[in-house]
């Protein structure tokens, strides 16, 4: 069935995330992958599907961004938040199917050498081809060392790049795919908009 973007623009080029797949979704500092991530959970709320977050921050703060977003679906008895201060298996959270997303994966994982990262994730394919579950890894640009770093990409099924950069006019959005699911990718760049409340691809080509 999969999981659908809901996102205006990139559910043209991207609809859904196929079920049973991992998806990294990295950014700097630019607040708009959290709302993605979020987005796609409220999504799957809707959807019926039981939806975990694990997260390194408050849970109550996410708790209540959901309730803002998704207004009473954001709190849905199939949502369950789990604070962690480290990871080393996510499969147990696979393991019940429907979505799971990790909003701080390259912080729960900083101390893992790439072997145990990549035994971690491989460990997680399996449990989400078994279970259908779909998995979201928000990452942070910068954060795993150049190893780590190949290996998510190389595990991964997908990879969106968010990325944020001061222009003439002013702050430039753009989101990157250079690996989707069945080999798919899209070499360009994607502009988009965040408000903070709204997010909205431009599919029109551009020259940088």
Not at 70 to 89: F, K, P, Y
């Amino acid at each position: 069935m999969g999981l659908p973007v809901d996102v205006p623009g990139l559910d043209t080029i991207l609809p859904e995330i196929p079920d049973g797949r991992i998806v990294v979704v990295e950014s700097g500092a630019d607040p708009a992958k959290s709302f993605f991530v979020r987005r796609l959970g409220l999504t799957a709320l809707r959807a019926g599907l039981a939806v975990t977050f694990v997260v390194s921050r408050d849970r109550e703060e996410l708790l209540g961004l959901l309730s803002r977003e998704g207004g009473s679906i954001g709190l849905a008895d199939d949502l369950e938040i789990v604070e962690r201060d480290t990871v080393d298996d996510l499969s147990k959270f696979a393991s019940k199917g429907g979505f799971l997303a990790v909003d701080s994966f390259s912080l729960l994982t900083l101390d893992l050498p790439p072997a145990a990262l990549a035994a971690m994730l491989r460990t997680l394919r399996a449990q989400c081809r078994e279970m259908l579950t779909t998995v979201v890894l928000g990452t942070d640009r910068g954060m795993f060392e150049a190893r780590g770093e190949a290996v998510v990409a190389h595990l991964a099924d997908g990879v969106l790049q968010f990325h944020s950069r001061e222009g003439p006019e002013g702050l430039v959005r753009l989101l990157r795919v250079p690996k989707w699911t069945e080999g798919k990718f899209f070499d360009r760049n994607i502009y988009y908009e965040f408000d903070g409340k709204r997010l909205a691809m431009d599919l029109r080509s551009r020259v940088l």
